[in-house]
Every structure is written in C-alpha cells, then in structure tokens.
Nanobody, 124 residues
C-alpha cells in the first residue's frame, strides 16, 4: 500500500529555519500533487503549501508566503517544505497529503492520503 511519512520536525527558536520532508512509498502510484497542512495547538487544520504533480506549480497560504518554500525531488519520491524566519505562530503539527491527478488544490477534504504528522515548535 502507498503511504506518506513526514520527518524533520523539532524545536527551533524564533527567526530560525527548519526543513520538513515527506516521503511517499509503497507504490504503485502515478502523478499526484503533494500538499502541506498544519494544525496549531487547539486550532483547526489549515492549508500551508502545495506542489503539483505535473509542471511543478506551487501555491502558498498568505501566512507563509515569502518564508516557506515547497519543492519536489521526483527521483527520491520526496517533497520538502523549507521554512525560514519562523515565528511562534508557526508552531503546529505539520502533515503532508497527496491527491492523485493533475489538479492542484488547497482543500484538505480533497486529499486522498495523509501522513501522520511531525511536530514543529517555535520558541518565543
């Protein structure tokens, strides 16, 4: 079965940087987009960033635009989320998710498969 596994979370101070990885394994699988979502303590899950399965198009939430970068290494079946200028408000469990097809969407309900999450804590 196909699965997604996130890694790279941890504790970082305000203004620091951190890179998360999302590995998809267990094939077979075809073209797909990968989205990043996060759930801050006591709050609802929200969209962060996504990269399309075809063409490498990206989209970002306004709250992270200019600070976060999403990218994909197709050869390693890995998607990355580079986070810089981190703020305490970025503290959350970060999830990667996949949707099969060519479309690029920011809607959590449209995702077909989710990872279990990795915790990012930004100290103030």
């Amino acid at each position: 079965q196909v699965q997604l596994v996130e890694s790279g979370g941890g504790l970082v101070q305000t203004g620091g940087s951190l890179t998360l990885s999302c590995v998809i394994s267990g094939g077979p699988f075809g073209k797909h987009m990968t989205g990043w979502f996060r759930q801050p303590p006591g709050k609802e899950r929200e969209f962060v960033a996504a990269v399309s399965g075809v063409g490498g198009r990206t989209v970002y939430a306004d709250s992270v635009k200019g600070r976060f970068t999403v990218s994909r290494d197709s050869g390693k079946n890995t998607t990355y989320l580079q986070m810089t200028s981190l703020k305490p408000e970025d503290t959350a469990v970060y999830y990667c998710a996949a949707r099969w097809g060519a479309a690029l969407t920011t809607t959590a309900g449209a995702m077909n498969l989710w990872g279990k999450g990795t915790l990012v804590t930004v100290s103030s």
